[in-house]
């Protein structure tokens, strides 16, 4: 059974840092792109960063200087380090799978 279990979201203020962590099993984590993105109440899913199986990153440009992904396959794990956060940065950031797999999301709120 495929499953993504997000974890690491919160409350902060403007500034401050946060860093998710998504766990993968019952697929060949080390096979897939693995994409972060984020939805508000309301909105639709927006994409954020994705990182290939070898580790190349690319990043929407609102998050591009202050968010890092990166993945350790060998443990079937997919990090985002979110730095410099933001109001605008609130959202439920969700952990999706090229195969096509999503997790159930963790919250993430800044407030100002």
């Known amino acids: 059974q495929v499953q993504l279990v997000e974890s690491g979201g919160g409350a902060v203020q403007t500034g401050q840092s946060l860093r998710l962590t998504c766990v993968a099993s019952g697929f060949t984590f080390r096979d897939y792109t693995m994409i972060w993105a984020r939805q508000v109440v309301g909105q639709g899913l927006e994409w954020v960063c994705a990182?290939?199986?070898?580790?190349?990153?690319t990043y929407k440009d609102s998050v591009a200087g202050r968010f890092a992904i990166s993945r350790d396959n060998a443990q079937n794990t997919l990090y985002l380090q979110m730095d410099s956060l933001k109001p605008e940065d609130t959202a439920v950031y969700y952990c999706?799978?090229?195969?096509?797999?999503r997790g159930k999301g963790t919250q993430v709120t800044v407030s100002p």
């Open positions: 999706i799978s090229a195969s096509g797999a």
């Open positions: 990182v290939n199986k070898d580790g190349f990153p």
